[in-house]
């Protein structure tokens, strides 16, 4: 440019822009460890502080912050302090957060929901007439890749990111379900896009579905790992590569629950640590007793040589003690509902046993 021109500097951030967003976390990172708190190792929106034996807990997400604890005098000084440099609406009792309702239960529990996310995203797709089916996968689904160059004409990757959501916050039953309509989304068919409406005791469990997928005989994986009776944290997820064997798919899987297992003890740790209360053990529950002895036998045996090293990473976790490994019947295993389709009333008891259950208007 030729010429003179003024340039003009900012002095401070302004909503919209693109550092926006990074300087505000900037900021209150270093404002909320000034005031006595410290950033999670494990959970970087997570923040802890303890005082006197004490405990108290910041979470935030972009600019809305979750204040809880074991002090209600601290919770209040907290909440004093943020309000001495930020501008803030203290909204009381959180009822309501990131599309989740919080209700509190007379036995001290608290149940989420999101019935009014569900109800939306229904009638957002104009599926708000369709009939509910005792499970989101029946056992005779199959669907297939389509080789027909018109797609039909509907939202479905909006209606799959809607669906990924609900299964991320309350719905893990559907995980399963969401993945494997997900596997469509180049070109989908309408058999593709019907198929989505018709849908501190601290363990793990492990599952895989052994060439579960007909077009190319993959494996897919599931975890879920539940704390005091409720779901903490879940997946499902295709593997990458053909198994040979249900144990060697079931080893696959394995790693996958591990390398979640451990970030999740890992922070439920880091919380209970604050309250001076020790953490749990690490323990994932395995169907497949020729899964459980792999982890244990360092032979490098004919089944089990061709396995990719970066799944061996499981015998070093178990040797050290990082992780226990304990056998359970098939039929109690939680992480089934995660790597396939089921029939209604093993849907419905899986469903039972995650402690998820239908609200109430």
């Known amino acids: ?70 002090s209600l005098e601290l919770i209040a000084q907290t909440k004093a302090d943020l309000k001495t440099r930020f501008e803030m609406t203290d909204s009381g009792k959180c009822t309501f957060v990131l599309g989740i309702e919080l209700v509190d239960e007379s036995d001290g529990s608290v149940t989420m929901c999101q019935r009014r996310y569900v109800n ?91 060439a579960g997928d007909h077009a190319d005989r993959k494996s897919t994986s599931g975890y879920t790992f539940m704390l005091m009776g409720a779901p903490m944290s879940w997946g499902s997820k295709k593997q990458s590569s053909v198994s040979l064997s249900t144990s060697e798919a079931e080893y696959i899987a394995l790693s996958l629950a591990i390398q979640e297992g451990k970030w999740v003890h890992r922070l439920l740790c880091e919380i209970l640590a604050a309250a001076n209360e020790l953490g749990p053990d690490l323990v994932i529950r395995e169907d497949n007793q020729s899964c459980i002895k792999m982890t244990k036998n360092q032979v490098n045996h004919g089944r089990a040589k061709h396995i990719y090293i970066k799944y061996h990473h499981i015998r070093d976790e178990v040797k050290r003690g990082e992780v226990q490994l304990e056998y359970c019947e098939a039929s109690v295993m939680m992480a089934d509902i995660m790597t396939k389709g089921l029939s209604g009333p093993r849907h419905k008891d899986l469903t039972t046993a995650l402690g998820i259950r239908a609200s109430s208007d």
């Open 1 to 70: 440019m030729d010429g003179d021109f003024d340039c003009l500097e900012l002095v401070k951030a302004i909503y919209g822009l693109k550092q926006a967003s990074r300087v505000w976390n900037e900021t209150f990172d270093e404002f909320v460890c000034f005031i006595g708190f410290e950033a999670s190792a494990f959970d970087p929106c997570l923040y802890i502080k303890v005082v006197d034996g004490h405990c108290v807990l910041v979470l935030v997400y972009v600019d809305d912050v979750l204040v809880t604890g074991s």
């Open 120 to 210: 939306d995203i229904l009638k957002r797709f104009g599926m708000d007439e369709c009939k509910a089916t005792a499970s989101p996968v029946d056992l005779s689904t199959r669907l297939v890749a389509s080789s027909e160059v018109a797609k039909i004409d509907v939202p479905f990757r909006e209606a799959v990111g809607a669906l990924m959501h609900l299964t991320t916050a309350t719905r893990p039953y559907i995980a399963y379900a969401v993945g494997y309509v997900s596997r469509f989304m180049e070109n989908p068919q309408k058999e593709h896009w019907t198929a989505p409406s018709d849908k501190i005791d601290f363990r793990g469990y492990s599952d895989a579905d052994w």
